[in-house]
């Protein structure tokens, strides 16, 4: 079972680039989330989406944007990458509901240089 | 300022000895969960507590969840160096929309 798959594991860009962290899971969950950690910051959540065609904005939800692609893929873009978005990105997927568990990826770990 | 306040963020003990791990909110959530994290991977549950006063026992561990439902603690009894981890409480909202909130999480360090 692959669960939560994230494409890139490891990113170096150069400031102002562009690129887009890719996230599929294969559990048929309605629920996707972005979140990054930096240290002493647990995990901040960047966007959600509660289903296909429905996104909804996180904590932390400047310099970033996100595509439901469809039930399976939920994708991040940073249109202009910055030094502070250096961070280890986790992408995660639930079913909808309370106390519903979460499934993460292995994160991306993207440094901006 | 954090929606879920962790304390402590560092916890460094040796084996044998309890420790508590408090996650604060001035927020009732929904339902509270505990994560646990290694080092290169993503969170995995331990744990998910839905009721106002609800305790949940994990072989060691032991879980509750406040009466008004804004806060809950992980106890460790005897902890072992395989507990070692980042810590994590995470919590849902009524309000939120289904929206999975974190605390900054709790470094331990258990010694042989």
């Known amino acids: 079972n692959a669960g939560v798959t994230q494409t890139p594991k490891f990113q170096v860009l150069k400031t102002g680039q562009s690129m887009t962290l890719q996230c599929a899971q294969d559990?048929?969950?309605?629920?996707m989330y972005w979140y990054r950690q930096d240290p002493g910051m647990g995990l901040r959540l960047i966007y959600y989406?509660?289903?296909?065609?429905?996104?909804d904005k996180g904590e932390v939800p400047n310099g970033y944007n996100v595509s439901r692609l469809n039930k399976r893929e939920f994708s991040l873009r940073l249109e202009s990458a910055a030094p502070s978005q250096t961070s280890v990105y986790f992408c995660a997927s639930s079913l909808t509901g309370e106390g519903t568990e979460a499934f993460f990826g292995q994160g991306t770990r993207l440094t901006v240089v | 300022t954090q929606l879920l306040e962790q304390s402590p963020q560092f916890l460094s003990i040796q084996e044998g000895e309890n420790l508590t791990v408090y996650c604060n909110s001035s927020s009732v959530f929904s339902s509270l969960q505990w994560y646990r994290q290694e080092p290169g991977e993503g969170p995995v549950l331990l744990v998910t507590v839905v009721t106002g006063g609800e305790v949940k026992k994990l072989k060691r561990l032991t879980f509750q969840f406040g009466d008004a439902r804004k806060d809950s603690s992980l106890h460790i009894t005897a902890a072992q160096p395989g507990d070692t981890g980042l810590y994590l409480c995470?919590?849902?909202?009524?309000?939120?929309?289904?929206?999975?909130?974190f605390g900054q999480g709790t470094i331990l360090t258990v010694h042989p």
């Open positions: 989406s509660a289903s296909e065609g429905t996104t």
């Open positions: 559990m048929n969950h309605n629920s």
């Open positions: 995470a919590g849902r909202r009524s309000t939120s929309y289904g929206k999975l909130t």
